[in-house]
Structure formats: C-alpha cells, structure tokens
C-alpha cells in the first residue's frame, strides 16, 4: 500500500523567514496530495492541494510543489508569521472523489518565534 | 467542520472494556473516517466509508469494528481486542465539490483512555 514519509519532524524558524516541508509516497498511481494543518487543541484542517496533473500551486503565502518522477511533494510557506505554528500533515491518495482513503505523513511542528 | 460532532469529549474505559466513540454529521456528506491520532504518529485510518451499509478497512482496523446504518452516523466501537486504544480519535466526513477535489472535514476528536 501506500507509504508517505515526511520531513522533518520539527521545525523552528524566525518570523518572517520561510519553512519547507517535504514528503515522498511510495504508490505511483497516487494523485491527489492535501497539505492540512492542526493547530494546538483543534481539528485538522485543509490549508492547500495538488493533483498530479499540476506541478505548483499557490495560495497568498503558501505554495504547494510536486515532482511526480521523484515521487515527493513539498509544502512552502513564505513570510513565517507566529500563527503559522502548528502541527502539518501531507497526505496523498489515489483519487479525488469522496471515499478515497487519505494515506498521512507523521507531522511536522512548525514553530515560529518572534 | 462545525458540522460534525463526536462524543464524548473524554472517554476512560477499564481494561477488556468495549466502548463506542460517536460521530454524527450534518453536512450531506456521503463518506465519512475515523483515525487515530498519536504522538509522533500523524494520523491514521481505521475505517471509511463511502456510502451506508457499507465501510473498508483502513491501515489498522484490528480491533476495532464500525457501522454505518445512517448517513449522518458513523460509530466506531474499540474492542478488548485492540492491545494499545489509548489514543485521539478523529471522525471525518467529505463530498466532492463539482470536478473535485474534496476537502475531508474533521470533527474536534475524542480523546480515550484505558485505565
């Protein structure tokens, strides 16, 4: 099945600079990759996505990288702001309708200092 | 995701216990999940599904089982089985917007203990 591995673990910035996240999967039949953010306390959440047929995507401060060969997908965002500290999961499936199982990355905790 | 409400908000069982999470949802939506959350983890499925009367098995379904009887219900049901249920439950539900792709929606999650 489908494997999503995802790097790194934590992350510590300075306000105002920008954070990477990466992530590969395993499955290349997969084509569909969420990027969702959990802050402390609260629910997961849908910050960004990409379909395989797109290799960037951006939305204001934030942008969504995917390199199919490779088979990894980053998340970047721009001009670290203290509340963009938080838990982020990258995921990837097979499709895009309802019901396709979502496989998750293990997170990565971004902390942004001012 | 104000729409989808799990029950309780804490959940302390004592071993060989089974106990039920609630999720219910009144978004329309067809699908709905349930993962667990850990530590260092991310999160993981246990089961979805796509319509009712009907669910799959997600990565680590042993030990726990589900019904889907009604569209707006999804209970999960931890069995004595499950060797380690201490954990943050998470229910979602999604629908796929015209052309895709979808958005899952989260519930706030319950958080069970084994005493």
């Known amino acids: 099945g489908e494997n999503v591995e995802q790097h790194p673990s934590t992350l510590s910035v300075q306000e105002g600079d920008s954070a990477v996240i990466k992530c590969t999967y395993s499955?290349?039949?997969?084509?569909?990759f969420p990027w969702y953010k959990q802050e402390l306390g609260k629910r997961p959440q849908l910050i960004i996505d990409i379909r395989s047929n797109v290799g960037e995507k951006k939305d204001q401060r934030i942008a969504v990288t995917l390199n199919k060969t490779a088979k990894h997908f980053s998340l970047h965002i721009t001009e670290t702001q203290p509340e963009d500290s938080a838990v982020y999961f990258c995921a990837a499936s097979k499709g895009y309708q309802a019901g396709t199982a979502l496989i998750f990355g293990k997170g990565t905790t971004l902390s942004v200092s001012s | 995701d104000g729409g989808i409400t799990q029950s309780p908000k804490y959940l302390f069982r004592k071993e060989g216990q089974n106990v039920t999470l609630s999720c219910e949802q009144n978004l329309n939506h067809d699908a709905m999940y349930w993962y667990r959350q850990d530590p260092g983890q991310g999160l993981r499925l246990i089961y979805y599904s796509q319509i009712v009367n009907d669910f799959q098995k997600g990565d680590i379904a042993e030990g726990y089982s589900v019904s889907r009887e009604k569209k707006e219900s999804f209970p999960l049901t931890v069995t004595s089985a499950q060797k380690n249920p201490t954990a943050f439950y998470l229910c979602?539900?999604?629908?796929?917007?015209?052309?895709?792709?979808?958005?899952?929606?989260f519930g706030p999650g319950t958080r069970l203990t084994v005493l």
């Open positions: 499955d290349s039949a997969s084509n569909y």
């Open positions: 979602a539900s999604s629908i796929p917007p015209a052309g895709g792709p979808y958005e899952q929606f």
